[in-house]
């Protein structure tokens, strides 16, 4: 797993236009910024057709709000910050959609190696799509976009202690989802291993 790549930089001149509603300058931002943000929202909620209504409300709230951003922080992180908020805000909406809420208990084991450290990508991304939509999003805002415990309350409007169980949890159920994965991969490819079929 790996960062998505927000970490871009636009020239002044791009974010003065845009500032001013220059429409070219905001097509320059959309073009450079929306593989990023899709990727993002995709590993939030796990479903690509949402991801996209997630991408497209995100530049909407851009396109409202840029004469607003004073460079006080990156301008790639303050529009990080509009795709989780749209990704979140999704989630809670959705009907159907489970969000799970895990008690707090800061004495769970945390120690073990990250359980995506070996695994395959495509199992990664079956695993990842088969947690709960808020504990999958904890998870992504943690160990890839690298939001803190703290910052990650803040978002879901849950407690430190919350955050912290959520990815504990999180990385036991994607350790054993990989497992599983892993196990039924081996099976599939090496069928003639079965008793059954022993000569």
């Not at 931002?29 to 590993?43: G, V, W």
């Not at 851009?62 to 990704?87: C, K, M, S, T």
């Not at 169980?165 to 159920?173: D, E, L, P």
Request: charged share 25%; no cysteine.
């Amino acid at each position: 797993m790996s960062a998505t790549s927000f970490q871009i930089e636009l020239p002044d001149t791009v974010l003065a236009g845009a500032r001013r509603g220059d429409l070219r300058a905001l097509e320059t931002i959309y073009r450079a910024f929306e593989r990023p943000a899709y990727t993002l929202a995709l590993r939030m909620l796990g479903d690509a057709e949402h991801a996209r209504e997630t991408v497209h409300d995100a530049m909407l709230r851009l396109f409202e709000r840029v004469a607003q951003f004073r460079g006080d922080a990156p301008f790639w992180g303050w529009l990080r910050q509009i795709v989780v908020n749209e990704a979140l805000m999704r989630i809670r909406r959705e009907r159907g959609v489970v969000l799970e809420s895990l008690p707090e208990d800061d004495s769970i084991a945390g120690n073990a190696a990250e359980p995506w450290a070996s695994a395959d990508a495509s199992n990664i991304e079956r695993a990842l799509a088969r947690l709960p939509a808020l504990t999958r999003s904890v998870l992504w805002l943690f160990h890839v976009e690298e939001y803190t415990h703290q910052e990650i309350a803040e978002l879901t409007g849950k407690s430190i202690s919350f955050s912290k169980t959520q990815v504990m949890r999180g990385n036991q159920r994607l350790r054993h989802l990989l497992e599983a994965e892993t196990s039924r991969n081996h099976e599939e490819i090496t069928p003639w291993l079965s008793p059954a079929t022993a000569v």
